[in-house]
Every structure is written in structure tokens, then in C-alpha cells.
């Protein structure tokens, strides 16, 4: 049978790729964003290329209530959900000293927020399924310490790596499994920033992660791995830490 499959923040490079994985796969796709349409628009054409039927959801989930009516849309257009693919996640940089209230409260309700809002209203139809929560961290966000550049995205993704354990835990007895992909520095066109030329230098396989690379482990995680497998946080980095 296909998988139902939600995708939060499928706008975004990574988000673009696991669907287009996903989608050959044959699975029916919940396609979220937030304003990126064209970029979900384009998704969509090529998706519809392989005959893969998918679903526009654009929502803001730092709401809690959008979450909720994302889930329920995606359950009244494809009547159960197989697993959720939490990708949302944007990245802040910033020093400590610059960051302001809002800027703290913007990106842990981004990063963290969204993760749980999203898992709390899918999680019952999870249930049903014996579905698959995949959780989006970094490499090495489960080591505390100091990112002093960007501390609100690093405290929240810590946040998503301990709500991701703990749900592996209260879901492992109804057979649902949680686990988190932890990419390292993904390629993307903003790869010739100072910042970033200097976390390239430094990545022991010599190269930034591709997109697809993510992609094909979302896919194993879905279709083939074992089901002991959760509460795991499976780098994707070339042996580099964040
Ligand atoms: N890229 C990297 O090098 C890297 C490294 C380590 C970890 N990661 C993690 O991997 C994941 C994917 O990263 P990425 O760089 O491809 O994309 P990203 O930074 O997560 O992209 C932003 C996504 O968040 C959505 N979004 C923005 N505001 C939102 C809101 N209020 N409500 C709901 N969605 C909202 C955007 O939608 P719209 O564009 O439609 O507005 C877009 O799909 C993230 O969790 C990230 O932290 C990435």
C-alpha cells in the first residue's frame, strides 16, 4: 500500500528533495509551506511526472490552531497518515549580543514550536498507523556547547533533539517510532557567505552535504529500516559537527 506522508517546510531545498524522493517512491504527499507557493507550485509539476498525487498545505505553524487544521486537512483529502517528516527549521545567525526578545522568541517558535505543534495534532493519527515521526536537528545538536553565533537556533534544535527521545519513549509501546536526521552543512546557494566557506573548510569529507543525500536517508528511514530503530539521531555531515 502507499504511504501518506506529511512533509512540513517542502518549500525549502531539503524539504523539495525528500518530496521528490518520496515521491518516486509512490508515496501521496501532504506538501506544507508557509509563502513560498511558486517553490511548491514547481514541486508539484515535477511530483506529477511520476504520477505521485500530492496536496498543498500552506500554513504559519508557530500557530498552534494551524497545525491543527494542516493535520486535519491532510486527514479529510487522504484519510490516514503514515509518517511526518518535520523539516521546518530556519537557521539564525547572529551573535549573542545582538539578540534581541523578538529575535529569541521568532526562532525558538520556529525551530521548536513548530516541530511540536505539528507532532501533537498528528500524533493520534500516528497511532492509528503505526506511523514514523522524523524530526530535522543538525550534526552534534545533541552535545551541548557554546554556539555563541547562533544560540537561539542551537537551544531550540537541543529542544527538538529531547522532544524527539522522549517521544521515541512514550510512542515506542503503540509502536510508533521518532527519530531525527542531523544534517551537517547542506549545499544551497548561499554557500559563498564568509560563514559558511569557513564551516565548508572544515568538513572532514571535504564537501558539503547535497540535498539528496538527506533525501535518500529520509527514504531508507521510511521504507527500509528496522523497526528498533527510533529515539536515533542519524548524522548526514561528513563527519562534521555544527
Ligand atoms: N541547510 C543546512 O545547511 C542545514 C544544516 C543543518 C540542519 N538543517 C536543518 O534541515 C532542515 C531544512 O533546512 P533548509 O535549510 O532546507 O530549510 P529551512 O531553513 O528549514 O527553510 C525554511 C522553511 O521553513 C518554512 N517556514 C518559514 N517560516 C514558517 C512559518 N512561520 N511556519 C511554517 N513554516 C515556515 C519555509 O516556508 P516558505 O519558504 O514557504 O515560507 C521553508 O519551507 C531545517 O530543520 C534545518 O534546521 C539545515
Not at 497518515?81 to 530556519?90: Q, W
Not at 524530526?135 to 552535545?143: D, L, P, Y
Request: hydrophobic share 45%; aromatic share 8%; proline share 4%.
Amino acid at each position: 500500500m502507499d504511504k501518506r506522508i506529511l512533509i512540513t517546510g517542502a518549500s525549502s531545498d531539503i524539504g523539495h528533495s525528500i518530496a521528490l524522493k518520496l515521491g518516486r517512491r509512490n508515496a501521496t504527499l501532504g506538501l506544507h509551506y508557509h509563502h513560498n507557493g511558486q517553490a511548491i507550485a514547481a514541486l508539484q509539476e515535477q511530483l506529477a511526472e511520476h504520477s505521485c498525487i500530492s496536496h498543498r498545505l500552506p500554513y504559519d505553524l508557530t500557530q498552534a490552531d494551524n497545525a491543527r487544521k494542516m493535520v486535519d486537512e491532510f486527514i479529510d483529502r487522504f484519510g490516514r497518515l503514515d509518517a511526518l517528516i518535520n523539516v521546518v527549521g530556519p537557521f539564525d545567525y547572529r551573535d549573542l549580543n545582538d539578540v534581541t526578545v523578538d529575535s529569541w522568541h521568532t526562532v525558538i517558535a520556529l525551530n521548536l514550536h513548530t516541530c511540536f505543534h505539528v507532532v501533537h495534532f498528528a500524533t493520534p493519527y500516528l497511532c492509528q498507523t503505526r506511523g514514523h515521526i522524523i524530526n530535522f536537528a543538525f550534526s552534534g545538536a545533541e552535545h551541548i556547547r557554546a554556539w555563541p553565533m547562533s544560540t537561539a537556533y542551537c537551544a531550540a534544535k537541543a529542544g527538538v533533539a529531547v522532544l524527539t527521545k522522549s517521544l521515541a519513549v512514550a510512542l515506542a509501546p503503540k509502536r510508533v517510532r521518532v527519530n531525527a536526521v542531523c544534517p551537517g552543512l547542506v549545499e544551497e546557494g548561499a554557500t559563498t557567505t564568509v560563514e559558511r566557506q569557513s564551516m565548508a573548510a572544515q568538513i572532514p569529507l571535504g564537501r558539503p552535504v547535497r540535498p539528496e543525500e538527506i533525501a535518500s536517508t529520509v527514504g531508507w528511514l521510511v521504507y527500509e529500516s528496522c523497526e528498533s530503530l527510533t529515539g536515533s539521531f542519524i548524522a548526514v555531515s561528513g563527519a562534521w559537527e555544527y
